[in-house]
């Protein structure tokens, strides 16, 4: 195996692109001319308190059973421009009589920009992120996003706080829901694919959702999983796995970035100069706006960085935060520090020209009412169209995990079923964290997709058996006759809604309350049992993986859950999700993700190497993993050269052929690994993977096509003038090919120095 070292190979720079771009991909990295004047023109108009309230978002008056308004303080406020955006007020005519305060009563008839968390959906809810992640399927989801901005732009709103794109390799971190899952590869796919789809070709279309990547940085890296808590790794860490889809969401155009609550190595981000300013707007050229997390300026204060309100306002401006949400310090305490120069007027005044090119670019001024029509707000919500593709995406989410004997898919025409536990006939949870404006009414729940998949002979049996999380209503006897009287129990198990999203951390991700116990003891009924998980982070079920004969992994799925588990169950659909997250055995392998480093002492027979005395080493499932009604072989992996130079592609090829008796989809995965570097490399890495869907014994050449980006990484520092730099080293790497991270194909190529 040949050594690198700093002589020995010659190192290629390359800009770092993760995802395809679009016509609409430069419009918050490049300058319009003509914009520019205009805000030029207006910032010698404003006072500094008008700018400052430029950058001032604050929420509706919220009342109990009312709709969100706004206060007589706002409305006055508005009048003197000293509110720039609101967050949650939304419908059509609440925001109308928002905007025409601003447009027609205020000094210099700014518009309102006004902002909510759209995340999965507005109306008609779709799963959850972390499960769309699933689907591997990133026009699929740019599709969801679409109907998303559809929807919320029909109710008022002009800006989504999504997507998050934090990567996260601890489930115990409640947020891991609202994401794509551990891989940063997979993740900037999402990414881009949401930033399209909310944003659309033009922005000034009223059917287009201004989009904000989320938690900028390294949220994810939450120590402990705690929320919140600080985030502490190198440099080359967070440009690796935690920068990238940040960086993909630019290259797709997002508009805006919302500043992370953590710190990162000391530094809390909402005063990160280095993140806000040098990498974003120096390294990227992304020239859109970026608004903090909920008060997290004033918190810099807790965060021990700042010694007052005026301090941390100045900190945060200067780092590069434009936009306040929810302190007020901006507009409240910066006008004193501008004039004592304190912060030079300068800087406001750029924070100011990033929000006011997004409204431009948003079409406001020349329509500020854009989003206004209440008759339009009637008709769009709720479209069939609109269900008819969240029931396709919940469809694609949907992980079979084990399938032992063939048990699924079920046939429709049972004598009798038992559908079991205490989330087989809710309709609240299956929305999922975050569910914007979705309602249960719309929500169809597990036991009325059953009810309406399965014939009219087939008897069903339901009990809730118990609750989710607690330990009363118990009943198991009730619970184990129906099982006994059935062909096969169906027990829909799993978190509340509230147990995963923010500020839902967990220490422990077993099943919650009694619903171990309740499943336990309808498996010794000895009947035939069919596990159906609904949570949003992977869940610890060494003891369901080893004794149930099938799981399914149906995340929280949105309104039409109990449709698609449906469809899944009884094979109308072959499932075809694959794991965008690994599960772990219990809590002490975590934090486990695939895409880890080797060590000196890798897992061996030997004890003296890394591992666990009481656990194997291993995921319980991994990363990638998801199994089919069907199956499918993979053979002939190739490559269309054994050498190639730091600047050329590669091709990749594999066939792949469904051995089974039904046609499905595959989702072929491919991953590389740099053997010999500067700096040591992980054990695989993902770059790329296609769906492909074949018939029962057909088999397709899968191709490939692995650029010198997906073979570079960040390097080595060697002092303080070196920086380090995004490069193709040469050596040998290897390449894989499989069906999922641990399940592959391998070859070997080289890259040669020119």
């Not at 038992?418 to 009414?441: H, I």
């Not at 147990?499 to 499943?519: F, N, T, V, W, Y």
């Not at 040469?730 to 399940?743: E, H």
Request: include cysteine.
């Amino acid at each position: 195996m040949m050594r690198r070292t700093r002589k020995a190979f010659v190192q290629v720079i390359l800009g770092v692109v993760f995802v395809g771009s679009c016509a609409f991909a430069q419009t918050f990295r490049s300058v319009d001319v003509g914009i520019e004047h205009r805000i030029d023109s207006l910032l010698r108009l404003m006072t500094l308190e008008e700018k400052l309230g430029q950058l001032n978002q604050v929420t509706p008056k919220w009342s109990p059973n009312t709709k969100e308004t706004t206060s007589a303080e706002q409305r006055e406020m508005i009048r003197r421009g000293r509110i720039g955006s609101f967050l949650g007020l939304v419908g059509a005519e609440e925001t109308r009589k928002a905007q025409r305060v601003a447009v027609e009563e205020s000094r210099l008839k700014i518009p309102l920009i006004f902002g909510f968390d759209v995340i999965h959906g507005y109306r008609t809810t779709f799963p959850i992120p972390l499960a769309m992640a699933g689907t591997w399927n990133p026009e699929l989801i740019e599709q969801a996003a679409r109907v998303a901005a559809i929807e919320a732009s029909a109710a008022g709103i002009h800006w989504t706080f999504a997507p998050m794109v934090d990567i996260a390799r601890d489930p115990r971190w409640g947020r891991i829901a609202e994401g794509a899952g551990e891989d940063p590869y997979l993740g900037s796919m999402m990414a881009g694919a949401q930033v399209r789809g909310f944003q659309g070709t033009d922005l000034r279309q009223v059917n287009t959702l201004l989009a904000c990547a989320k938690h900028f940085a390294a949220y994810g890296a939450a120590e402990a999983g705690r929320d919140y808590n600080i985030a502490d790794m190198s440099e080359r860490t967070l440009r690796e796995i935690y920068l990238p889809p940040f960086k993909a969401a630019v290259d797709a155009g997002v508009g805006t970035l919302m500043s992370s609550f953590n710190e990162i190595n000391g530094v809390p981000s909402s005063a990160n100069r280095w993140l806000m300013t040098d990498v974003l707007r120096g390294e990227w050229k992304f020239n859109g706006f970026v608004v903090s997390d909920w008060t997290a300026i004033e918190e810099l204060q807790k965060h021990g960085v700042a010694t007052s309100r005026e301090h941390a306002g100045i900190l945060a401006l200067d780092a590069g935060v434009d936009m306040d949400m929810m302190d007020s310090i901006y507009v409240n305490e910066l006008p004193q520090a501008v004039r004592e120069k304190r912060i030079p007027e300068r800087v406001v005044n750029e924070s100011v020209r990033r929000v006011l090119r997004a409204k431009l670019r948003l079409g406001l001024f020349e329509n500020p009412y854009r989003n206004c029509d209440t008759t339009m707000e009637k008709e769009v919500m709720l479209a069939p169209e609109h269900f008819q593709l969240s029931r396709k995406v919940a469809q694609e989410s949907i992980v079979l995990l084990k399938n032992e004997k063939s048990i699924l898919p079920l046939e429709k025409d049972m004598k009798t079923i038992a559908v079991l536990g205490p989330l087989a006939n809710d309709r609240y949870n299956p929305l999922g964290a975050w569910y914007a404006k979705g309602n249960r009414e719309n929500v169809v729940s597990v036991l009325e997709g059953i009810k309406k998949k399965v014939s009219a002979q087939t008897r069903l049996l339901y009990a809730k058996g118990c609750e989710i999380e607690s330990d009363s209503g118990f009943n198991r006897k009730e619970a184990v006759t129906l099982a006994r009287k059935a062909d096969v129990a169906i027990v829909v198990v799993g978190e509340s809604l509230e147990m995963s999203g923010e500020a839902a951390s967990r220490s422990s991700l077993d099943l919650p309350g009694k619903q171990k116990e309740l499943i336990k003891a309808i498996y010794e009924t000895g009947k035939p049992v069919v596990l159906v998980l609904m949570n949003g982070r992977p869940l610890t079920i060494s003891w369901e993986a080893d004794h149930v004969p099938a799981i399914l992994e149906s995340w929280f799925l949105g309104v039409e859950s109990g449709n698609a588990i449906a469809d899944v169950l009884f094979g109308d659909v072959n499932p075809s999700g694959k794991l965008p997250v690994s599960f772990p055995r219990n809590v002490g392998q975590i934090p486990i993700y695939y895409n880890h480093k080797t060590t000196g002492r890798p897992v061996a027979d030997n004890k003296y190497t890394s591992k666990y005395l009481d656990v194997a080493s291993t995921p319980l499932y991994p990363f990638g993993y998801g199994l089919s009604y069907t199956t499918f072989s993979y053979s002939n992996l190739r490559i269309s050269s054994p050498t190639i130079s730091p600047h050329q592609e590669l091709k990749v090829l594999v066939d792949v052929a469904n051995t089974g008796r039904r046609s499905g989809d595959e989702i072929v995965q491919l991953y590389v690994q740099d053997e010999v570097a500067s700096v040591t490399r992980p054990v695989k890495e993902l770059k790329g993977f296609q769906r492909v869907s074949l018939n029962a014994g057909e088999k397709k050449t899968v191709e490939f096509m692995l650029k010198p980006e997906h073979l570079a990484f960040w390097n080595q520092v060697y002092d303080l003038v070196e920086e380090m730099k995004f490069v193709v080293e040469p050596g040998m790497f290897k390449v894989f090919v499989g069906t999922n991270s641990g399940d592959v194909l391998e070859a070997r190529f080289e890259v040669v120095a020119n």
